[in-house]
């Protein structure tokens, strides 16, 4: 069974510019989760989706980041302008119901 | 204060030791997650509980729920679990959202 996956691995950019990630969960799993792991801490979930509806967003600086889960299955989240402090692992998981959440490997941003 | 902590935050050992982490939070939970994730990698789910004791290999993982108090123990400890633990919980109120440990960064030397 394939697992989470999420491109790109790694991506470097300058602060005020966009940047997008993707991920593509395990099939057939209803939930996603995007999650933001800031050097040395645990993640912190920014968005949760059901299907293709948002299910907890608040932790989500919205005035900068938006996430999407277009036909329920992949999703997108993009950060506009990005800020020094985004620079962060990005984590992508998925999960069948409320139990055993599988998680992707991360994309790793810098923002310089 | 976190609701969710971990001590310690950085743990060394020599191969062959037994390791304990714990895990303390604040809130009624629903269930309590220990993971794994190697650097570079992804995170991996090693347990979840919601009562008692489980073990998988090496791995042992309880939880006391009276006193809010997880532990994951490493018997034998090799080289290769070198990584950061993480405990996560999942409120009574929270739905399916985690709530994060900052995790302990396991070093085994052989």
């Known amino acids: 069974e394939a697992g989470v996956a999420q491109s790109p691995r790694y991506k470097i950019i300058e602060k005020r510019q966009s940047v997008a990630f993707w991920c593509n969960p395990i099939s057939g799993h209803a939930t996603l989760y995007w999650y933001q792991q800031i050097l040395g801490q645990g993640p912190k979930l920014l968005i949760q989706?059901?299907?293709?509806?948002?299910?907890?967003d608040s932790q989500l600086p919205k005035d900068r980041f938006s996430a999407e889960r277009l036909k329920g299955v992949d999703s997108t989240l993009k950060i506009q302008p990005a800020k020094l402090e985004d620079s962060a692992v990005y984590l992508c998981a998925s999960s069948e119901g409320w139990e055993t959440q599988y998680f992707g490997p991360g994309t790793r941003l810098l923002v310089l | 204060k976190n609701e969710v902590e971990q001590s310690p935050q950085n743990l060394t050992a020599q191969e062959g030791e037994f390791i304990t982490i714990n895990c303390s939070y604040s809130v009624g939970i629903s269930a309590l997650h220990w993971l794994q994730q190697h650097p570079g990698g992804g995170i991996v789910s090693l347990f979840m509980l919601s009562s008692g004791k489980k073990k998988h290999g090496r791995l042992i993982a309880t939880i006391n729920i009276q006193e809010k108090h997880s532990s994951l123990h490493i018997t034998a400890s090799h080289p290769r679990d070198s990584a950061v633990y993480i405990c996560?919980?999942?409120?009574?109120?929270?739905?399916?959202?985690?709530?994060f440990g900052e995790g302990t960064q396991l070093t085994v030397n052989p």
């Open positions: 989706f059901q299907n293709n509806g948002v299910v907890d």
């Open positions: 996560a919980v999942r409120s009574e109120t929270s739905g399916s959202r985690l709530t």
